[in-house]
């Protein structure tokens, strides 16, 4: 339900003319609310007067456009797909802004007193998202090339004089092969829009340009790396980390699809580098490995570390009972808020381990994976005691392991003493599958071989359990869309 004041900035944007006279008297307290209702109804030349005379040093998107919690959580007045449009239109308007203050200073007496721009929170992820809205690879080439661009001077050769106005441009940048040049032009450019990165994402990139570009960024402010599908292994990713250890306030260090695999001939020698290298992380929270071999090695990779990580992604890393044990015993297990353990298999000698491992987390975990952990019903109902004492838990992610509709239908009756489980990511039951279905069950185009209409009763009976049980807010899903947009800064 939108305020009265929302719906009178939404009339107000809507009549460009009237907005244009209005802006040289209106209120300055009245400015986020007009851009709000211009950004959500597409009103590209309200944007646009609205950030040339901006009348506030920092123009923020988290802010503006309402997202709440910690950083990294989403732009609820936008769903979660801001236009691509209106983040064009702000972003050429702030280089109009800057064109106008070095072509006629001394006529440029508007009122704008922007310094900061920050368009950081849009979402790398583009699975269900259509041409129109941004997207974070989107948004860096825009930023990119209008720093490129604005360093230009009328005829296209590069302005010497100095610069009388500057704009920093806060943001998260997402890189591959495509998109590598005009980053790095843009990062090496001394212009009047200068780029400032927070969450750095970077697919598909050798390690000399990997690299080069982390050599560009500047130290403060960067809170992530994220180096994924790289194809480094070991050599490429002890050529690369000794290059983070300069972002003093790095939290996040997200490497999977690496391609580190530990009974590789001569991995001692990587192994200990890269143990080294996470050690001179000071600040690290967060660590992702998924993907990589990591068989009776995660003590030596982690024991360097000088603090307790809070977030530990571990999926398909083939680990043995030595490494939940030495994870049950090291001073992660109590301070870990999110742990991601899918692919490995729990139905024989490591459900034991596990079951441990969730004791010791129990008092701080918040997000839990085991998918594809080939958890049966049985295997379920031996966890369930350590699982219940996670009594933080607010997601859990059980998608691809073979539970039958009885298995579900208890995990959300005992269930009912997690008070803050509010999403539940549970596998299409393996009896509503016609034949006894293949392995993994998250390959498995179930369309084509689910028995829609029990998952439909299914689904309906367990909202009604929930419901029952005071548990309506919570959510029981098969969509890994919604699992996808978890974070661990939104935690």
């Not at 797909?81 to 006529?107: F, T």
């Not at 979402?123 to 809205?133: H, K, L, N, V, Y």
């Not at 590598?180 to 697919?203: I, S, W, Y």
Request: charged share 20%.
């Amino acid at each position: 339900m939108h305020s009265l004041l929302f719906l009178c900035a939404r009339r107000l944007v809507g009549h460009r003319p009237t907005t244009h006279r209005a802006l040289d008297v209106v209120p300055t307290e009245l400015y986020p609310v007009l851009f709000q209702a211009a950004f959500l109804d597409e009103r590209i030349l309200a944007l646009q007067d609205l950030v040339g005379t901006w009348p506030f040093p920092v123009l923020s998107f988290p802010w503006l456009l309402g997202r709440r919690g910690h950083q990294g959580d989403r732009h609820p007045l936008l769903g979660e797909k801001p236009s691509k449009l209106c983040v064009q239109a702000v972003i050429l308007a702030v280089v109009a802004r800057l064109r106008r203050a070095l072509e006629e200073p001394c006529r440029d007496i508007s009122r704008c007193r922007l310094k900061v721009l920050d368009v950081t929170g849009l979402q790398s992820d583009d699975t269900d998202r259509g041409p129109e809205w941004m997207s974070l690879w989107s948004c860096t080439v825009a930023l990119a090339k209008a720093c490129v661009e604005r360093h230009k001077g009328p005829s296209g050769a590069s302005a010497a004089a100095p610069r009388p106005l500057a704009v920093e441009v806060r943001a998260d940048l997402f890189v591959n092969s495509t998109s590598f040049n005009v980053l790095r032009d843009a990062l090496q450019t001394a212009g009047p829009l200068r780029l400032k990165c927070r969450d750095f994402h970077a697919e598909e990139l050798p390690v000399a340009s990997i690299v080069s570009l982390l050599e560009l960024l500047e130290p403060t402010g960067v809170r992530r790396v994220d180096l994924r599908f790289n194809n480094l292994g070991l050599t490429g990713l002890c050529a690369v980390l000794p290059h983070l250890a300069r972002f003093t306030g790095l939290l996040s260090l997200r490497l999977p699809y690496s391609n580190v695999n530990v009974r590789r001939v001569a991995t001692e020698a990587g192994l200990r580098c890269l143990a080294t290298q996470l050690g001179r992380l000071l600040c690290l929270k967060e660590l992702n490995l998924g993907s990589s071999r990591l068989s009776g090695k995660l003590r030596q990779l982690l024991g360097d570390l000088q603090s307790p990580l809070e977030s530990l992604e571990l999926a398909a890393c083939f680990l043995l009972p030595s490494d939940f044990t030495f994870l049950s015993r090291s001073l992660h297990a109590p301070a870990l808020k999110k742990l991601d353990l899918s692919g490995h298999d729990f139905s024989q000698n490591l459900l034991q381990h596990l079951q441990h491992l969730l004791e010791e987390t129990s008092a701080s975990l918040l997000h839990l994976d085991l998918m594809e952990c080939r958890l049966t019903d049985a295997c379920l109902e031996s966890l369930l005691p350590a699982l219940c004492r996670c009594s933080r838990l607010r997601c859990l992610g059980l998608f691809g392991n073979p539970i039958s509709t009885a298995g579900l239908k208890n995990l959300v009756r005992k269930t009912v003493v997690l008070q803050d489980l509010g999403l539940v990511v549970y596998p299409y039951p393996s009896d509503c599958f016609p034949s006894e279905p293949p392995w993994p069950l998250a390959a498995l185009p179930f369309e084509e071989a689910a028995d829609g209409e029990r998952l439909a009763a299914l689904g309906a009976e367990l909202g009604h359990m929930l419901a029952s049980s005071g548990r309506a807010h919570a959510v029981w899903t098969t969509s890994l869309c919604r699992h996808g947009a978890l974070d661990y800064f939104a935690l």
